[in-house]
């Protein structure tokens, strides 16, 4: 992927550009993350998996939801195909596709619209993306809190998530260089974005001095906002602050 971003010589813009730039000069530190992000993995679950699973697998029909496609990655080797992987691989390809639907969403229409109607549908489509990663993180983790993982570390679930997301996102620029050019900015916000949180995180563990002041905010916010802890949606608002937090919680030195 880093290759063909050096090979591209036509950009939207300058910033667009400069950005790819700022991104290909850290190229060394970016190719020695994959084996460190790695080693995450090492004694956790392997399963069966969807392989190539993104919005567009799934069909909403009488109520339920149908997931199709089973033959995982088409580009990749049928015994590769086959083989038992992480859960989080798919966990990956469905956080890409949801980002893929928000731009999606921001791009299309918007002909004619003012300024501020062009605003508010973009702070829409943002909550939107936000809200929809945090549901869909929140309910895989409940549902699967039963499994057999074992992590070897408390945040090792994030880095072979990272992981995934990296190589998600590295598949996505050849994929878009190639066929799509106008929908490579898509994959390079992420692959910018991601390493900005990468060196964030790598900053050390956000204070408790911090972290306790949010929870009860948050706790007074769900309160006021629903009027209790207890019912259906103030428990989804509730889980999903909880689990923010607890992202938080997990930023560790490496």
Do not use: C
């Not at 070897?152 to 996102?169: I, V």
């Not at 964030?200 to 948050?218: A, F, M, N």
């Amino acid at each position: 992927a880093l290759t063909v971003l050096a090979e591209l010589r036509e950009w939207p813009d300058e910033r667009q550009r400069q950005a790819v730039q700022q991104l290909l000069g850290q190229r060394e530190a970016l190719l020695r993350l994959p084996p460190a992000l790695a080693r995450a993995g090492l004694g956790s679950l392997v399963m069966r998996i969807h392989g190539d699973l993104h919005l567009g697998q799934i069909l909403v029909a009488s109520g339920d939801a149908l997931f199709i496609d089973f033959e995982g990655e088409p580009a990749l080797p049928l015994a590769q195909r086959r083989a038992k992987s992480s859960p989080l691989r798919d966990v990956a390809g469905m956080l890409r596709s949801l980002d893929y639907m928000a731009a999606s969403g921001a791009a299309s229409g918007g002909a004619g619209q003012s300024p501020a109607a062009q605003a508010r549908k973009q702070a829409i489509v943002r909550h939107f993306h936000q809200v929809s990663e945090l549901a869909f993180l929140a309910a895989y983790a409940q549902v699967t809190r039963s499994l057999p993982h074992h992590w070897s570390t408390p945040d090792s679930s994030r880095s072979l998530l990272d992981l995934f997301l990296l190589g998600k996102a590295a598949y996505e620029v050849n994929y878009e260089a190639a066929n799509r050019p106008s929908w490579l900015p898509v994959a390079l916000a992420f692959t910018l974005g991601w390493r900005w949180w990468q060196r964030r995180r790598h900053r050390g563990r956000v204070p408790r001095w911090i972290k306790l002041p949010l929870l009860v905010l948050l706790t007074l916010a769900v309160v006021v906002h629903y009027g209790n802890l207890f019912g259906r949606a103030s428990g989804t608002a509730l889980a999903i602050g909880l689990l923010v937090l607890k992202l938080l919680e997990t930023e560790t030195r490496r």
